[in-house]
């Protein structure tokens, strides 16, 4: 697993604990780290606070902790926090190839608008006949509410 993403889901987990409740739904094609941190805190909490409480974070501790304890933390939390990475890794994928995939609308839909800035993303959220792809694309990607 990606190391920044890996440390950084983790801390974060660790000190949004008090804030999340809720963990999203099963169907979710893409999740951002708010969803991420919300399914660790769920599934993995109780485990980081028996095993890794007293662990530093940063440098990967928590995720190693919970490696070296692999044979004692939970089946949910191994099963969420793989399903987390995923669906993080599927996001970030969607956010890459949302140009690509998108230049064809961008070129149709949004001409002479100003490249950079995210000003192409803000026309193609404002056009109803996105090609499917396109649409799926920004969905995934996580820029659509």
Same mark, same amino acid.
């Given at each position: 697993?990606?190391?920044?993403?890996?440390?950084?889901?983790?801390?974060?987990?660790?000190?949004?604990?008090?804030?999340?409740?809720?963990?999203?739904?099963?169907?979710?094609?893409?999740?951002?780290?708010?969803?991420?941190?919300?399914?660790?805190?769920?599934?993995?909490? /109780?485990?980081?606070?028996?095993?890794?409480?007293?662990?530093?974070?940063?440098?990967?501790?928590?995720?190693?902790?919970?490696?070296?304890?692999?044979?004692?933390?939970?089946?949910?939390? /191994?099963?969420?926090?793989?399903?987390?990475?995923?669906?993080?890794?599927?996001?970030?994928?969607?956010?890459?190839?949302?140009? /690509?995939?998108?230049?064809?609308?961008?070129?149709?839909?949004?001409?002479?608008?100003?490249?950079?800035?995210?000003?192409?993303?803000?026309?193609?959220?404002?056009?109803?006949?996105?090609?499917?792809?396109?649409?799926?694309?920004?969905?995934?990607?996580?820029?659509?509410?």
């Amino acid at each position: 697993m990606n190391n920044l993403v890996s440390a950084t889901l983790i801390a974060c987990a660790l000190i949004a604990c008090a804030l999340i409740v809720g963990v999203l739904p099963a169907s979710a094609k893409t999740i951002g780290y708010a969803d991420a941190m919300g399914i660790l805190v769920k599934s993995c909490g /109780k485990d980081i606070e028996q095993y890794c409480k007293d662990v530093r974070l940063g440098d990967n501790r928590i995720q190693n902790c919970l490696a070296a304890n692999a044979d004692k933390v939970s089946a949910m939390c /191994k099963a969420d926090y793989a399903r987390a990475y995923v669906l993080l890794q599927e996001r970030f994928a969607a956010q890459e190839s949302a140009g /690509k995939i998108c230049a064809g609308d961008a070129k149709r839909l949004c001409p002479g608008v100003t490249r950079g800035k995210g000003y192409v993303l803000q026309c193609l959220l404002n056009k109803r006949n996105l090609s499917r792809a396109c649409s799926q694309v920004i969905t995934d990607a996580g820029y659509r509410e």
